[in-house]
């Protein structure tokens, strides 16, 4: 058997195959002696059944690919009861293996081989090929006496006598080394020369190994694996083929670099994280990834699906961790790149900010707790406490917390929380809520044209109109006032939750409405003293819109007034136009014209007085224009032959003016017009009408129209309620009044 063995030997050198050298793990070295066995034959009878054949399984996946390509070989068979023996033939001719693991042992490791010839195993980088060359040599110059050659990776214990150059001191330490291997105490791999990647396994389990096959030609590289089982009663499995195709590497191998820096890697210790990983690498070609093998002891994988990576870290590890991440680059080239992060030391937080702390005092409120930390864990409360005087704690059950505020308590209150974390420890937090009274409004509602009381309702919207409850409204929101115009209600709102109210009022009770709808608008929080003023229809109840239509065409929507507070020169007539007024031209108005215009503008006799808010002014008359001065606080008269540059005009009025506040005024009258209602008396009046309305109405029922009235009708004297109603002066840092759509308003937003 001996001689035989040798004489393998021998041939095999002698053939000059090129085989490769590889790298083979600890399973290269194992012993079968299984493999010398003597065959066992059996006889059959009826006690003793026929031996059943054995069935041989071999797997290989995959069993194509490019260099270097990774290959999961299994042997099995069936009945597995019945098989005693495993054996795996590999033959990789122009192969080497630059990597393995098996179901055996461990990594080989860096022996002190110097009890072998000297040049059988190598730790040098010489080329595959070369390594082989070498072994075959050796293997023809060395007598293995005593010894299965070291191809076949098997040991026989035996004598060898010295013409073999290997005294026994040196098969001694030999067997050492061995061991060292068989039993897997070594850790750092070599280069040995050996077959090339061809190898023969025999085993009395299944057999699971990985090889990863290069291929240094430009051929490809065909591996042949034959695969056997035996059964106990000696029957052998045909044999079963397998073949694996190594593709040569590409001359220039594509490189390519992930970025892992836009992960979210960080997480807390013992909980489950997922991570996107990118899709795509540098050069912005799409990857897939094939793996992920975590290269500590800190995290585990779940699982790689869609470019999602599922990792948990493991009890009590924190820390950075490692995870290498295998891929594949578009052309299908293999990739590895590690992935860094840390574990995070847990720290059970729940977070209260979107819970409801707040409530109106003496009432009691049910807080719903969140049932899970901010890492999504389960959380379980054992108690809550005050921290203050200001609620009292009810009950604390099912994730309910039960609290009530007590008497006259407002404000801010701080509450204590305990619980128990998913992992079993005990955790505190303090929160805070408020206590907050309702809105409270009251006041009056009053028309702006007289004091005496008058009922009305009112509606209360938030500032995005939404209509407020309060607890005197009724089905529809309306809140009526007493008959004097009095209210009292509180909003069923906190002022914490309102930024701004909005107010809307007309007189009258629902069903029967006698004026425009009033809105104002006011900063959120109690107020007592409101003074709500709203326009009453008046002569208008049949026809509202006659006086709103009035109102908008004449004011454009933004009522003027005048600034009477400051009206101090009064009315100045001046009997002869100034040199030098421009293109009003000359212009003398005789002793009968300027008497008559100051009778026209007289308080009292044609109503000038309610046009200017104010009721005592001075009237005087010049001969001439030595003091003429136009400006604030008067309003000059003036005869002209061309009033505005046209001497088809009767009037023309130049106003000083800050915004819509009127400041004073120069108007300018024909010369030829009469002392007579159509005459100075319609122009004069109309001309004044102008401070407040800038522009012409449309309806000739009035003064301010052509050719109107010769005086001013109940739609010229209504506007100057609005004008110098206090309550509707603007509020915005601008002169004038509210826009009509706050005064004169035809419904309430809802």
């Not at 950075?320 to 059970?348: A, K, P, W």
């Not at 607890?471 to 009292?488: C, L, Q, R």
């Not at 009708?713 to 601008?734: A, H, Q």
Request: with cysteine.
């Amino acid at each position: 058997m001996v001689k035989k063995q040798v004489g393998e030997l021998i041939s095999q050198a002698k053939r000059k195959t090129r085989r490769v050298a590889g790298i083979v793990g600890l399973s290269a070295f194992l012993t079968f002696n299984s493999f010398f066995s003597a065959k066992c034959s059996s006889t059959t009878s009826p006690s003793n059944p026929d031996p059943i054949t054995p069935v041989a399984n071999l797997i290989v996946n995959p069993g194509s690919g490019q260099s270097p390509l990774e290959t999961l070989i299994q042997l099995n068979g069936t009945p597995a009861a019945e098989i005693k023996e495993y054996k795996l033939k590999i033959d990789a001719p122009d192969a080497v293996v630059i990597a393995s693991s098996s179901n055996y042992n461990a990594t080989m490791g860096s022996p002190d081989f110097s009890g072998f010839p000297a040049g059988m195993f190598s730790t040098s980088t010489k080329s595959a090929r070369e390594t082989a060359r070498e072994l075959e040599g050796e293997r023809a110059r060395t007598d293995l006496k005593g010894r299965k050659f070291l191809g076949e990776l098997t040991y026989e214990s035996g004598r060898i006598d010295e013409s073999s150059g290997i005294a026994e001191s040196s098969i001694s330490k030999i067997d050492s080394q061995l061991n060292s291997v068989r039993t897997g105490t070594l850790s750092n791999s070599i280069i040995i020369k050996g077959a090339a990647g061809s190898e023969e396994i025999i085993s009395s389990t299944p057999i699971s190994i990985t090889r990863t096959y290069e291929n240094l030609g430009e051929n490809n590289i065909t591996i042949t694996l034959t695969g056997e089982v035996t059964s106990h009663a000696g029957r052998k499995s045909s044999p079963v083929i397998r073949t694996i195709t190594v593709q040569p590497k590409d001359e220039e191998e594509y490189e390519c670099v992930l970025n892992f820096n836009g992960i979210a890697r960080d997480f807390y210790e013992e909980t489950e994280h997922d991570m996107t990983l990118p899709q795509r690498d540098d050069k912005n070609n799409i990857v897939t990834y094939t793996s992920a093998n975590p290269l500590d002891s800190k995290t585990k994988i779940l699982s790689l699906e869609d470019y999602v990576l599922s990792v948990k870290g493991e009890t009590g590890q924190t820390g950075e961790y490692v995870i290498r991440m295998n891929f594949n680059d578009y052309l299908g080239g293999n990739h590895s790149q590690n992935l860094s992060g840390n574990i995070l030391t847990y720290d059970s937080i729940v977070n209260f900010s979107g819970v409801n702390f707040a409530f109106d005092e003496e009432d009691t409120h049910n807080v719903n707790l969140p049932s899970t930390d901010t890492n999504g864990n389960a959380v379980n409360y054992t108690s809550a406490r005050a921290l203050d005087s200001k609620i009292q704690v009810i009950s604390l059950e099912n994730y309910i917390l039960s609290v009530e505020g007590k008497k006259d308590q407002i404000g801010t209150y701080n509450l204590e929380i305990n619980f128990e974390d998913y992992l079993g420890r005990d955790k505190t937090q303090n929160v805070s809520g408020s206590i907050y009274d309702l809105l409270d409004l009251s006041g009056n509602l009053r028309s702006n044209e007289s004091t005496s009381p008058i009922q009305g309702k009112i509606k209360i919207f938030d500032e995005n109109q939404n209509l407020l409850e309060t607890d005197k409204s009724d089905a529809n929101g309306y809140n009526v006032t007493s008959s004097s115009g009095a209210f009292d209600f509180q909003v069923k709102k906190r002022v914490s939750e309102l930024s701004q109210i909005k107010i809307q009022a007309a007189l009258g009770i629902p069903g029967n409405r006698q004026g425009w709808v009033r809105t104002i608008n006011i900063p959120s929080g109690d107020n007592r003293t409101l003074d709500i003023a709203a326009v009453p229809y008046g002569n208008f109840a049949s026809n509202p819109d006659e006086f709103r239509n009035f109102m908008y065409e004449t004011t454009g929507g933004d009522p003027a007034l005048f600034d009477y507070e400051n009206f101090t020169g009064g009315f100045i007539i001046i009997k002869q136009n100034p040199s030098g007024s421009g293109p009003d031209g000359e212009g003398i108005f005789t002793d009968e014209q300027a008497n008559f215009i100051k009778n026209v503008v007289t308080p009292y006799t044609n109503s000038v007085e309610k046009i200017l808010g104010i009721s005592n002014y001075p009237i005087t008359i010049e001969e001439n224009s030595d003091n003429y001065a136009p400006g604030a606080g008067k309003i000059y008269i003036v005869p002209s032959t061309s009033p505005g540059g046209n001497p088809g005009y009767a009037g023309v009025i130049n106003k000083y003016s800050l915004g819509r506040l009127v400041q004073g005024a120069v108007i300018y009258l024909r010369e030829d017009l009469n002392p007579s209602d159509w005459g100075l008396k319609r122009v004069t009046l109309h001309e004044n009408g102008h401070i407040i309305y800038p522009f012409h109405p449309n309806n000739q029922n009035s003064i301010m129209s052509s050719p109107g009235t010769n005086y001013y009708t109940n739609l010229d004297l209504k506007g100057p309620f609005i004008s110098y109603e206090k309550t509707f002066l603007r509020t915005d840092g601008l002169t004038g009044i509210q826009h009509l759509d706050f005064i004169l308003g035809n419904n309430f937003y809802k």
